[in-house]
């Protein structure tokens, strides 16, 4: 099923200025929703993205205080429903079906097998979370430069994406699709160095505004930035700050992204701790108390982080979020591969303390 990679209830200028309209949440726990909003001079985060202050739908206070839900949240590719599996987590949609996201509402019917999605809600008694809000994160949106011969690699807005064994490629209606040169399509999947591992690449409507997601790293000049090897470029305006992880929107022109929109990920915009957090991904050096981080996760991991064993290796990452650091208990090693993955997890019964997970502390 096709998503729109950018908001549905949104207004938008040219050239990296959006201004995104501030949607009404959909009741439970007051949660984050990332969006871009005017500058009101007062931003609290100091600074903002393209000439704007970027400020949280309905935050007042932000989550949690006295007496408020433990939180959780699980960053990873969708590998089972019944409701939603991320990460060996079950997530169980509201009885509405749908809950707050940066495109106004995001519903359990919109997902699909194989994406990418971030999830923030509360910890229920019997191990299953209650989702407050959900963003997709398709780290790449757009056409596709080439394919491999071989067919297990293409290169999508410049950026090379390896096609893991098992990964879904499919069409608009869900049914297994061809990929060639020239199409437009949506990609999920993990960035792993300067590469996108594929577990899911989606044919798009042509032509598509393109659109990547993933932790911003310093560009070649001043108002250029690049986000998973894709150089996006601000031009006169204000990009966002290195280290955070941001949707950028816009179009592709002369190798390089002029931005429409700039969303922040959810769990960036999140004010109380997080005492439940498992992410998917692939260790990355980085000038961090540990020396890494994980691929497209702008938290770094705390001093007491003991990750390096899992150098190398596609894993969960599972732990506590408090502010912009992540201090991990354990790790999870994944087999490549989507359905060996998918078997993997489906035995582990609590996504946030799995068996066969290596303690991290």
């Known amino acids: 099923m096709i998503r729109t990679a950018t908001g549905l209830l949104v207004a938008l200028s040219l050239w990296g200025c959006g201004l995104s309209g501030q949607q009404a949440g959909s009741g439970g726990v007051a949660g984050p929703l990332a969006s871009v909003l005017p500058d009101s001079g007062n931003d609290p985060r100091e600074g903002g993205i393209g000439g704007t202050g970027i400020s949280v739908a309905g935050q007042e206070g932000g989550i949690g205080g006295t007496g408020a839900p433990r939180l959780a949240a699980t960053v990873g590719t969708v590998h089972k429903f019944g409701s939603v599996y991320i990460n060996g987590v079950r997530v169980v949609f509201p009885a ?125 000049r001043p108002g250029v930035i690049s986000i998973n090897g894709v150089a996006v470029d601000y031009g006169s305006g204000v990009p966002p700050q290195t280290g955070w992880t941001v949707r950028v929107s816009g179009v592709a022109t ?38 890494s981080g994980i691929g497209g996760f702008g938290a770094d991991f705390d001093s007491g982080s003991k990750v390096v064993s899992l150098a190398g290796e596609r894993a969960l990452f599972i732990g506590a979020l408090e502010g912009n650091t992540f201090k991990a208990r354990h790790g999870l090693v994944l087999p490549d591969g989507f359905d060996s993955r998918r078997q993997r997890l489906d035995v582990v019964r609590n996504g946030y303390a799995p068996a066969g997970a290596v303690g991290t502390r």
């Open 96 to 220: 509405g079906g749908s809950v707050r996201s940066p495109s106004g509402s995001l519903a359990e019917s919109e997902i699909d097998l194989g994406e990418t999605i971030e999830i923030i809600g509360e910890l229920q008694a019997d191990g299953t979370v209650l989702p407050t809000d959900a963003m997709f994160r398709f780290p790449l949106v757009g056409r596709v430069d080439r394919v491999d011969p071989t067919g297990t690699s293409l290169t999508v807005l410049g950026a090379r994406v390896l096609v893991e064994p098992g990964a879904r490629l499919v069409g608009g209606d869900s049914r297994t699709a061809r990929i060639v040169a020239g199409d437009y399509v949506q990609v999920s999947g993990l960035p792993r160095g300067d590469t996108i591992v594929a577990s899911r690449i989606e044919k798009m409507p042509n032509p598509v505004r393109s659109s990547v997601m993933g932790r911003v790293e310093k560009g070649p």
């Open 254 to 291: 002369d190798g390089r992204l002029i931005p429409y929109e700039t969303i922040r990920s959810l769990l960036e915009t999140v004010t109380a701790p997080v005492g439940d957090i498992s992410v998917e991904g692939y260790l990355e050096t980085r000038a961090a108390p540990t020396g």
